[in-house]
């Protein structure tokens, strides 16, 4: 291995160790004190490599600023030092295959569980790579200590070889980005850049400028109590005019499992409560702000026509939104992913853009006004035992770093 690539393999399996998951369940912020575990040891690591202006934030993000050794516009890198609520991550023992053979690849913890090129596609075109995986009981969280990974490697590169032209560079690692709450209002103020990219994206070679735009719905519906011994003519069950939403609501089209593509959905993430009373969720998502419309306007017509056949309960529905496709603001000055396809492909990378079924941290910000889009890491298989990357995509995705900045320099 190169020395970048043992700087990445040995940043990415010494981050993956540490338990930083988020939890959407909790108030506090960040959601996890675990995540500041994560958080110190990179002002640790930034002082090391001689970072500039190292802040831990209230909110639970660490900033810091590469001086700039050129003109030119002053640029945030973002990775997210959460991992995801929906697997294990407690207990995460990475491991670097060295030379993919092309063949299966086991776990020592779960024997049961295979990683094949047919399993994920992507696996079939790293042979003679170095891939690292959890061992099987866990999640490896490449999502996003890749992109932490990524960051540190360039930043160190950069600090360490002055001679290289680039303008002031912001970084910051943020907490909760898996929960939706990674971006905290205070956040481009603090950063104070002209335009950013996260780097947490999968495939090689994917920049990405559009994310899902999104709602929160709540769906409150309070029934009438009573024993039910005595119940003849009186009670409204709260459960029955739950389960008669859920089947008014679209079957065979708009769900997570029946899309794909540009298309949108109406979920049911949770249902919980009982006889008098129940609440439901849903998350909303549509690429258009007008599908994303329509989406809450099925979803309170069908309400409206439970709580119409029982004019007893009380049906409440209430939408929230949460973010906004980024492309509504990114159309308007495409400078930021030019830019970066620029440097893909002169590093010999084609690059693509597709859209995000999800948010990024950077949907937030574009939205807040700092244009941000969203560049690959090399993950793949997120979320799940099976997650893996290979060390020399995230070398690649390392060098588009060091070449995008050199590029912005005037
Ligand atoms: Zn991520």
């Known amino acids: 291995m190169s020395d970048m690539h043992t700087e990445l393999a040995t940043r990415l ?26 958080a110190r040891l990179l002002v640790q690591e930034l002082t090391e490599i001689g970072a500039a202006d190292i802040t831990l934030t209230d909110y639970g993000t660490v900033l810091a600023t590469l001086p700039a050794t050129a003109p030119g516009p002053t640029i945030g890198f973002l990775a997210h030092v959460d991992t995801a609520p929906q697997f294990n991550a407690t207990g995460v023992k990475p491991r670097v295959i060295r030379g993919y053979n092309g063949g299966a690849i086991t776990y020592p913890d779960d024997p049961t569980l295979t990683l094949t090129p047919e399993i994920s596609p992507e696996l079939g075109l790293k042979q003679g790579h170095d ?17 932490v990974a990524i960051l540190m490697t360039a930043a160190r590169h950069l600090l360490a070889n002055p001679h290289i032209p ?12 898996e929960i939706g709450r990674g971006v905290d209002k205070r956040l481009p103020a603090d950063l104070g850049v002209d335009f950013a990219y996260t780097f947490d994206g999968g495939k090689l070679g994917e920049i990405e400028y559009e994310s899902f735009s999104a709602d929160g719905a709540t769906v409150q519906i309070k029934g009438v109590s009573i024993h039910p011994g005595l119940a003849r003519g009186k009670m409204v069950n709260a459960i029955h005019l739950a389960a008669k939403i859920i089947a008014a609501l679209p079957q065979h089209t708009m769900l997570p499992e029946l899309t794909e593509g540009r298309e949108g959905f109406i979920h049911a993430t949770d249902m919980s409560g009982g006889s008098s009373q129940m609440t439901l969720h849903f998350i909303l998502r549509d690429f258009e702000r007008e599908g994303l419309a329509e989406k809450g306007d099925i ?69 807040m006004g700092v244009p941000c889009p969203n560049l690959f890491t090399g993950m793949q298989e997120i979320h799940g035992p099976l997650e893996w990357v290979s060390v020399q995509d995230m070398a690649v995705a390392t060098n588009l770093m060091l070449t995008l900045v050199q590029k912005a320099a005037r």
């Open 13 to 38: 399996t010494r981050y993956c160790a540490i338990d930083s998951q988020s939890d959407a369940a909790s108030r506090s912020a960040p959601s996890t004190q675990i995540q500041l575990d994560m």
């Open 131 to 147: 891939i690292v995986t959890a061992s099987g009981l866990t999640l490896l969280g490449a999502d996003d200590k890749a992109g």
């Open 166 to 177: 680039h303008g002031t560079i912001r970084l910051a690692f943020t907490p909760d980005e």
């Open 299 to 367: 979803l309170r017509a069908v309400c409206a026509a439970v709580a119409a056949t029982e004019p007893r309960a009380e049906i409440t529905c209430t939408i929230t939104p949460q973010y906004r496709n980024m492309r509504y603001w990114l159309e308007t000055n495409m400078a930021p992913v030019d830019l970066a396809r620029d440097a893909a492909r002169a590093l010999g990378l084609d690059p693509v853009s597709v859209p995000i079924r999800g948010g990024t941290d950077g949907s937030r910000l574009t939205e």
